[in-house]
């Protein structure tokens, strides 16, 4: 007949001693992978843009502009609109276009203003991206704004 192991001491601490380091090592890869991917700061001095913060917000508002973005049939469409619901041709245009977890996909669209819209080709995957868009009013107001795309195939 065969012999009926035991549970014993040294048997518990190994299981309790592999349990922690799988859950450590874990730890430490999200960890890692957390600060790898991190894209930076948003600003150099936050101090100084939280004094400027009320202006910029109160100047932005008072334009009225309303921003959305979709992506359709290969085209990368950012509607600017007043609040009258008319659309609004800038000044300037700058965007950036890319996911919300790192920016290694980060591309700026080259949009062209059709007369609707801002309109940028644009072959794109599934889920979900950002445009971090500012825009100059024809007065020299800067607008800022994230905009979030949700692409579905």
Not at 23 to 49: C, D, Q, R, W
Not at 114 to 141: C, E, F, Q, S
Request: proline share 3%; no cysteine; net charge negative.
């Amino acid at each position: 007949m065969s012999e009926e192991r035991q549970f014993t001491g040294r048997h518990a601490l190994m299981i309790f001693v592999g349990a922690f380091a799988i859950i450590i090592t874990v730890n430490l890869a999200l960890a890692y992978n957390a600060v790898a991917t991190f894209p930076g700061l948003e600003v150099k001095n936050s101090y100084v843009a939280s004094q400027e913060f009320d202006q910029r917000r109160d100047a932005q508002e008072s334009l009225g502009w309303n921003v959305s973005a979709q992506h359709v049939g290969g085209l990368l469409i950012l509607s600017i609109t007043d609040d009258l619901g008319k659309p609004v041709r800038v000044d300037e245009l700058n965007a950036v276009l890319g996911r919300a977890t790192h920016v290694k996909d980060d591309i700026q669209p080259s949009f062209q203003f059709d007369g609707g819209a801002y309109v940028a080709p644009m072959a794109l995957a599934d889920g979900n991206w950002n445009i971090r868009m500012t825009a100059k009013a024809k007065d020299g107001t800067e607008f800022q704004q994230r905009v979030i795309l949700h692409v579905k195939g």
